[in-house]
């Protein structure tokens, strides 16, 4: 990917963030709020259902549009709500991927990507990927945790900006952090792209 693709697509999420900061913040029960911060979530789950014929697939998505017009109608705090559960559940769901595969017996999540992509697999960089994995799952849960005391003890437009922009700003500092320090103690690992990165993800199937 050329450099100029990739401020094309860091300002396209920077937009973005700002966008539904904004929407959430000052207008949360605004049709236009609820459809540029649900729809990353409800038309992946259209496409999977119409398209690949997902049953529950589909049923999600009619389900969440069901939900999403009952909380409109009410309106009111609801709204809020709804964002502060849509955005714990997305990290308890990629939590718990993470976490499943850290049960006895079975390969640790971030462990079975670097074997697809690192040609030589040393123990030391079993163990390190299995601590990562672990990691991770700590921070989705510290991130849930973050969220539902911002909630509850800071005024809403605190909560939104946590949510719209430091989320995707933490994460992607969590990577870069990680990132370095795993070259610097661990020279072992081969240097990957991105786009394999991506593509080991996409082949563990989740």
């Not at 038309?43 to 998505?61: D, E, T």
């Not at 709204?79 to 997305?90: F, T």
């Not at 074997?115 to 040393?122: A, D, K, M, N, V």
Request: charged share 10%; aromatic share 14%; glycine share 8%.
């Amino acid at each position: 990917m050329s450099r100029w693709r990739v401020l094309a697509v860091a300002a396209g999420f920077i937009a973005y963030a700002l966008l539904s900061w904004a929407l959430m913040a000052w207008w949360p029960a605004s049709p236009w709020a609820v459809a540029a911060l649900f729809g990353p979530l409800l038309v992946p789950l259209l496409v999977a259902g119409v398209v690949k014929k997902h049953g529950p697939s589909l049923l999600g998505a009619l389900a969440l549009v069901a939900l999403l017009a009952a909380v409109l109608w009410r309106g009111g705090a609801d709204v809020n709500r709804l964002y502060v559960l849509q955005h714990a559940g997305i990290h308890a769901l990629l939590g718990w991927g993470f976490a499943v595969t850290l049960r006895p017996g079975a390969t640790p999540l971030i462990t079975m990507m670097a074997e697809r992509i690192h040609r030589e697999f040393t123990p030391a960089m079993r163990a390190y990927t299995r601590w990562l994995t672990g990691l991770w799952v700590v921070y989705f849960v510290a991130m849930i945790g973050v969220s539902f005391t911002l909630y509850l003890l800071a005024p809403w437009t605190w909560w939104s900006f946590y949510c719209s922009v430091l989320t995707p700003l933490a994460a992607g500092v969590f990577m870069v952090v990680e990132h370095v320090l795993r070259y610097q103690r661990h020279p072992e690992f081969e240097r990957v792209s991105l786009a394999q990165v991506v593509q080991a993800w996409r082949a563990t199937g989740r």
